[in-house]
Nanobody, 123 residues
Framework: VQLQASGGGLVQPGGSLELSCAAS????????MSWYRQAPGKQRELAATISSSGITKYADSVKGRFVVSRDNAKNTVYLQMNSLKPEDTAIYYCNYEFPYSAAQAMGVSFDYWGQGTLVTVSS
């Protein structure tokens, strides 16, 4: 399974961006899809996640501003980011986590990461 993230860039404070992350390869089950981010000098943190059944969770710092969604037919997860702040500046990574039992039956990893896409919020 390969993940390709896109949509990052430079945006002014208060602006919006949408990230997307498409999976290719042998998609053997329906994963939980997440977006993590890593700001300069900080640890990677979970920004948003959406389960296989569509349940979403957000970090307190992005709640009310970010919306995570998924299109299972396209094996793609999205992150709509609104009202962006300078502190949202980070590299954003997508993560797909498949059910462990399904991955174990296939003899493959259950956890996959995209390459990261840089979001810079600055005037």
């Amino acid at each position: 399974v390969q993940l390709q993230a896109s949509g990052g860039g430079l945006v002014q404070p208060g602006g919006s961006l949408e990230l997307s992350c498409a999976a290719s390869g042998n998609i053997f089950s329906i994963p939980t899809m997440s977006w993590y981010r890593q700001a300069p000098g900080k640890q990677r943190e979970l920004a948003a996640t959406i389960s296989s059944s569509g349940i979403t969770k957000y970090a307190d710092s992005v709640k009310g501003r970010f919306v995570v969604s998924r299109d299972n037919a396209k094996n793609t997860v999205y992150l709509q980011m609104n009202s962006l702040k300078p502190e949202d500046t980070a590299i954003y990574y997508c993560n797909y986590e498949f059910p462990y039992s399904a991955a174990q039956a296939m003899g493959v990893s259950f956890d996959y990461w995209g390459q990261g896409t840089l979001v810079t919020v600055s005037s």
